[in-house]
């Protein structure tokens, strides 16, 4: 059985902007519409900023893309309470520049997404899990 080929750390930005990608479609099937895509600021980024303006939402979504068959598949454990706190931070930003969404219902959702190569040209991701409301604003 061959081994896998290491992944440089262009190939695993590459793959996360991929599963970015593969995620906001799967949204805007979902009628969401994105806001932003990678947004930065002095907190951090935020991966997707996606809404449902009828139902006056507002999703702040982190999106972790793992290997299939890798250790840390489901990507959860990289959501520390120090990233939770980063992308809180970065979401108030983000209300205090667009206030016109500082009334909407704010969450924080988590995409978990795998990828996996079957040939050289044939890359799969998939929609492990989706989790609203993954997370919530404490008192820090």
């Known amino acids: 059985m061959p081994k896998p080929r290491p992944i440089r750390k262009a190939d695993h930005l590459e793959i996360g902007r991929l599963g970015e990608n593969f995620v906001k479609?799967?949204?805007?099937?979902?009628?969401?519409?994105?806001?932003?895509?990678r947004w930065h600021c002095r907190w951090g980024e935020l991966d997707l900023v996606v809404v449902k303006s009828a139902e006056k939402?507002?999703?702040f979504v982190e999106v972790k893309t793992r290997r299939q068959n890798s250790l840390d598949q489901q990507g959860i454990l990289a959501i520390t309470l120090s990233?939770?706190?980063?992308?809180?931070?970065?979401a108030m930003q983000f209300l205090a520049e667009f206030p016109e969404y500082e009334n909407y219902g704010c969450r924080f959702d988590v995409a978990l997404?795998?990828?996996?190569?079957?040939?050289?040209?044939?890359?799969q991701f998939l929609l492990e899990q989706y989790?609203?409301?993954?997370?919530e604003v404490d008192e820090f």
Request: glycine residues 0%.
């Open 25 to 37: 479609a799967h949204l805007e099937k979902d009628h969401w519409q994105i806001l932003a895509e």
């Open 57 to 59: 939402i507002l999703s």
């Open 83 to 90: 990233k939770q706190r980063k992308i809180i931070k970065a």
């Open 113 to 123: 997404v795998t990828h996996q190569v079957n040939s050289l040209a044939d890359e």
């Open 131 to 135: 989790l609203e409301s993954a997370f």
